[in-house]
């Protein structure tokens, strides 16, 4: 009876050591686990930042040289101190194939200078990008409007109305594209009276 009793004793206590043991073991297993969620989300937001945006997804390439041009007009030879000037900007496909380029005021940029002297650029405010895709004889026009002001000088984008106005003489104007440097217009030459 004795040795019974002794066994009784000895499997409960194994179960009761085995219980314990379990226990232990379960929640070491899931304090483990939740610091590797938070580990696991610290990571992932380190990672988030370090890696770039895609640039483009549709695998159509981006215009270059051979495939665009650029046509620069003036709607008259001369304007008045304080007056407006409007442009129109034109980007020309000439390419065989389809490419994409960015036809926002931000890259299709209107430069005017009076010698080696920058005196105004239209890219000095930012805008939103204008993706075109163009394909041969594509044309696309917009009008850019000077109001005879300078901007050159500016490291940010302010109100237009506190740009100092131009003084009198000739002027040049030049189209030019950000993303495809080797691109310009014709240069326009006018006057300020």
């Known amino acids: 009876m004795y040795r019974r009793r002794r066994i009784v004793v000895a499997v409960a ?3 009761v050591i085995a219980v314990v043991v379990f226990c232990c073991y379960s929640l070491t297993r899931g304090a483990s686990a939740i610091g590797a969620l938070i580990n696991h989300d610290d990571i992932y937001a380190i990672s ?4 770039p945006e895609s640039k483009q ?3 159509t390439k981006d215009c270059t040289a051979e495939n665009v041009s650029l046509q620069l007009t003036a709607q008259s030879q001369s304007v008045a101190v304080g007056g407006a000037m409007e442009f129109s900007a034109s980007i020309v ?4 194939g389809s490419c994409l380029i960015d036809a926002s ?20 405010c930012a805008a939103d990008p204008r993706m075109l895709l163009m394909a041969k004889g594509d044309k696309d026009i917009q009008t850019i409007t000077w109001n005879t002001n300078a901007n050159a000088t500016l490291t940010e984008c302010t109100d237009e109305a506190s740009w100092p106005t131009v003084n009198a003489g000739t002027y040049v104007a030049r189209l030019s594209l950000k993303d495809v440097p080797d691109v310009t217009s014709d240069q326009v030459v ?4």
């Not at 006018?190 to 009276?193: D, I, N, W």
């Open 190 to 193: 006018f006057t300020v009276q």
């Open 57 to 59: 997804s549709s695998g």
């Open 13 to 15: 206590l194994v179960l």
């Open 93 to 96: 496909h000439e390419g065989s």
């Open 48 to 51: 988030r930042e370090e890696v």
């Open 105 to 124: 005021d931000s890259s299709r940029v209107l430069t005017i200078t009076s010698g080696e002297e920058t005196i105004w650029r239209s890219d000095v």
